[in-house]
């Protein structure tokens, strides 16, 4: 079945690093990638989602771009703030439309 | 345009018990979805409905129920409440069925004791 692995957090940086979260997926045809973020106290928000291999998703300067051959979507931002810090859910959507989540990464960031 | 709203915030009920939780869509927004969130199994789909029907179906025992009312706003039922549904319930809601694009709202933090 489908599944989505993502690294185990929480992951510190502190302001102004580069940061990587690493997203694997497992999933029959071709899902949908999204990524989530999850801000203190808040609801979920979708952050960036990719339709197709070689899709480059981004938003408020984090990228992800869709790579088929290694079944990944790894979010990248170059430079994080303070106000980054969060919990980030990669996300899958297969054939039966259902989203199927990663386990969630802490991000916290220093000042 | 106000956001998707759940109530209540938070619940505390005991074993045996049932529960109703509710959600508001965002404004012309006809499809909801139900997703179980806690420590130990992530994220999980409950169920989506859309135009008061029943569309799709996570794995979840029947006790978890759900509606859709007219106005799309939405209710999720647990019956026989165990201490492992003890978890944040959220809803998100989309303009159409199976939508790429789903806005959640804060969630509804139930406990069982």
């Known amino acids: 079945g489908n599944s989505v692995t993502q690294m185990e957090g929480p992951v510190t940086l502190s302001e102004e690093a580069f940061l990587t979260i690493n997203c694997t997926y497992t999933?029959?045809?071709?899902?949908?990638l999204f990524w989530y973020v999850q801000y203190p106290g808040e609801g979920l928000q979708l952050l960036l989602k990719?339709?197709?291999a070689d899709d480059k998703g981004s938003n408020k300067g984090f990228e992800a771009t869709y790579r088929k051959e290694t079944t990944s979507f790894h979010l990248e931002k170059g430079s994080v703030q303070v106000s980054d810090s969060a919990v980030y859910f990669c996300?899958?959507?297969?054939?039966?439309?259902?989203?199927?989540w990663g386990a969630g990464t802490k991000l916290i960031i220093k000042p | 345009k106000a956001g998707v709203t759940q109530t209540p915030r938070y619940l505390i009920k005991t074993r045996g018990q049932q529960v109703t939780l509710s959600c508001s869509p965002i404004?012309?927004?006809?499809?909801v979805s139900w997703y179980q969130q806690t420590p130990g199994q992530g994220l999980q789909f409950l169920f989506e409905?859309?135009?008061?029907?029943?569309?799709n179906k996570g794995n979840f025992p029947g006790r978890f129920s759900g509606r859709q009312f007219s106005n799309s706003r939405s209710e999720m039922n647990v019956s026989t409440l165990e201490l492992g549904d003890s978890a944040l319930y959220l809803c998100?809601?989309?303009?159409?069925?199976?939508?790429?694009?789903?806005?959640f709202g804060p969630g509804t933090r139930l406990t069982v004791t």
């Open positions: 990719a339709t197709k």
């Open positions: 996300a899958l959507k297969g054939s039966n439309y259902q989203l199927i």
């Open positions: 998100a809601s989309s303009l159409e069925q199976a939508s790429y694009e789903q806005y």
């Open positions: 404004s012309g927004h006809r499809s």
């Open positions: 999933a029959t045809g071709y899902p949908s």
């Open positions: 409905y859309f135009s008061e029907t029943q569309r």
